[in-house]
């Protein structure tokens, strides 16, 4: 049987010590912090603890890890004493602080260099200011919860504040309250899975708020979607040589179009290699949604070829030299999207954003070349759920969408 002992480790310059719990097992030791800490006056002078209140408080936290372990049996026997200390340790419930769990996340998510922790960061800013502190046991995550939460959100004004504008702050709308109810959704069933183990009984996320809580219904955005002469309009704009923002701008946006929607994050961290013709790569959005990590090969037609070969980056390890010029993707996406603004003031156009490449492909690709919706659903590389079973049986091939891309593009000749 596994033992714990608690011990006095060293004396700390402030004559403190914290309290070590010395785990035993299988002829090894490790050791478990605590956050208990006594003085001298505390201990023995062989190091024993010979103060009543603190020992009460560390058989506490002793008994609460032979609980464990009861609850363990005889699973503990084939357990190294890394896997053992890890399932006594795997934080109680009352010890699980959901924003301590969140920033873990959020800091894996900047190191793997995925944008979307913006919106991560975002949730965990407005349930701080719902919450009003900086810590939430994750078992306080209830349905009542997260409904009290839907109201706030749509009753107080956001903290967003633009500069030079006195327009006043409003609450944000269906489709932002049902981003942060997903985000905090994935977190909780990340959560779930570091720390309950339904095999051995240890359950110590308790909540599912989601199971029985409707995400509102989102309003139908109109989406900024270009026309065939618009698009046409772009790709023969004359833009003079001073005006270097709005030539790239205009260039990365048909480059995209081009590549069938492929987003600035994927343009900006791409280290595929052209191979006969194709570019692969994997779309960041979906990548760990999928089995096939999102997976997209595309060919580069002629139009796309020309650009290629002005923006590609011929010494490092990325698809395009954009990471030469710009030190993230956020910073690249804002250089597109002023570019954008300021092409689409010259040419009289409606506002654009670099997505908007995406959308119009997409609309072309339906509407005007009557393209199946499978097809641009591919093409677009959408999270699939429902299709996964179903392509385990299907040879991979994307012909279909490059078929369907170069009709696309044969629209603005």
């Known amino acids: 049987m596994a033992n714990i002992t608690p011990i006095i480790h060293h004396f700390r310059t402030d004559?403190?010590?914290?309290?070590?719990?010395?785990?035993?097992?299988?002829?090894?030791r490790k050791k478990i912090s605590t956050e208990i800490f006594v003085t001298r006056a505390d201990v023995t002078k062989g190091g024993r603890i010979k103060s009543e209140g603190i020992k009460n408080e560390i058989e506490k936290i002793i008994a609460g890890y032979r609980t464990t372990m009861i609850k363990l049996g005889f699973a503990i026997s084939n357990m190294t004493i890394d896997e053992l200390k890890t399932a006594i340790t795997s934080q109680c419930e009352q010890h699980i602080d959901f924003y301590n769990f969140a920033n873990?996340?959020?800091?894996?998510?900047?190191?793997?260099?995925?944008?979307?922790?913006?919106?991560?960061?975002a949730t965990i800013n407005s349930l701080q200011r719902f919450t009003g502190t900086q810590q939430l046991p994750i078992n306080q995550i209830t349905l009542d919860f997260i409904q009290k939460y839907e109201a706030?959100?749509?009753?107080?004004?956001?903290?967003?504040?633009?500069?030079?504008?006195?327009?006043?702050?409003l609450p944000i709308g269906s489709r932002g309250i049902t981003l942060y109810m997903g985000t905090i959704r994935f977190l909780i069933n990340q959560a779930r899975l570091r720390y309950n183990n339904e095999e051995t009984g240890i359950i110590n996320v308790k909540v599912d708020p989601f199971s029985r809580y409707k995400m509102p219904i989102e309003q139908t955005e109109e989406k900024p979607v270009l026309t065939i002469d618009q698009m046409r309009k772009i790709k023969a704009a004359d833009i003079t040589q001073e005006n270097k923002r709005m030539k790239f701008a205009r260039d990365i946006f048909l480059l995209s179009f081009y590549l069938i929607g492929m987003n600035a994050e994927d343009l900006f961290t791409c280290e595929s290699k052209v191979k006969e013709g194709t570019i692969t790569y994997y779309r960041s959005k979906t990548t760990n949604r999928r089995k096939d990590r999102a997976k997209l090969v595309v060919k580069i037609e002629p139009e796309a070829d020309v650009l290629f070969k002005e923006y590609l980056d011929h010494e490092g390890t990325r698809l395009f030299n954009f990471h030469k010029y710009y030190a993230t993707t956020n910073n690249f996406n804002i250089a597109l999207n002023k570019g954008l603004a300021q092409l689409a003031l010259?040419?009289?156009?409606?506002?654009?954003?670099?997505?908007?490449?995406?959308?119009?492909?997409?609309?072309?690709?339906?509407?005007?070349?009557?393209?199946?919706?499978?097809?641009?659903?591919?093409?677009?590389?959408?999270?699939?759920?429902?299709m996964q079973i179903t392509k385990t049986y299907i040879r991979e091939d994307f012909r279909d969408i490059w078929d369907a891309n170069r009709q696309v593009l044969d629209l603005l000749k």
Request: proline content about 3%.
């Open 104 to 121: 873990e996340v959020i800091e894996n998510m900047k190191i793997n260099g995925r944008s979307s922790y913006k919106n991560f960061a």
């Open 152 to 169: 706030w959100l749509r009753n107080t004004p956001s903290s967003k504040h633009k500069k030079n504008d006195n327009k006043p702050a």
């Open 15 to 28: 004559g403190t010590a914290r309290v070590i719990l010395l785990l035993t097992h299988r002829s090894q």
């Open 346 to 386: 010259k040419l009289s156009l409606p506002g654009i954003t670099f997505y908007s490449a995406r959308h119009t492909w997409a609309t072309l690709a339906a509407n005007e070349c009557r393209i199946n919706l499978y097809t641009i659903h591919k093409a677009l590389n959408h999270a699939d759920t429902k």
